[in-house]
């Protein structure tokens, strides 16, 4: 079992910036990656960044250039630093924790996803 903590988000003013963090606890599985999704109202969810547990990053058409995911305090947290914020930004962000499978020292693809309850970002013009 994994538990995702969500922290961050809130309101900003257009060209402003917010910085979300995502903690994972898992004692007895590993992580293999972890992502920011965002889901505005009315719309599909959407990939907004990720990071893997070899630290490579993959991004969103809408964040890349203006986003950025990283490592947290651990290898369990990822940051997400989001500046130069749109009013199209506003959306609620979900974390996604993805368990992986051990392989030695490695943990390598997904065994299972778990989600985090969402914080809300708002983007005022």
């Known amino acids: 079992q994994v538990q995702v903590v969500e922290s961050g988000g809130g309101l900003a003013q257009t060209g402003g910036s917010l910085r979300l963090s995502c903690a994972a606890s898992?004692?007895?599985?590993?992580?293999?990656?972890i992502s920011w999704y965002r889901q505005a109202a009315g719309e599909e969810r959407e990939l907004v960044a990720g990071i893997t547990s070899v630290n490579s990053t993959l991004y969103g058409n809408d964040g890349q250039g203006r986003f950025t995911i990283s490592r947290g305090k651990d290898k369990n947290e990822a940051v997400l630093q989001m500046n130069n914020l749109k009013p199209e930004d506003t959306a609620v962000y979900y974390c996604?924790?993805?368990?992986?499978?051990?392989?030695?020292?490695?943990?390598?693809?997904?065994?299972?996803?778990?989600w985090g309850q969402g914080t809300q970002v708002t983007v005022s013009s």
């Open positions: 996604n924790a993805r368990q992986g499978m051990p392989d030695g020292n490695r943990c390598i693809g997904v065994y299972s996803e778990y």
């Open positions: 898992a004692d007895t599985v590993c992580i293999s990656g």
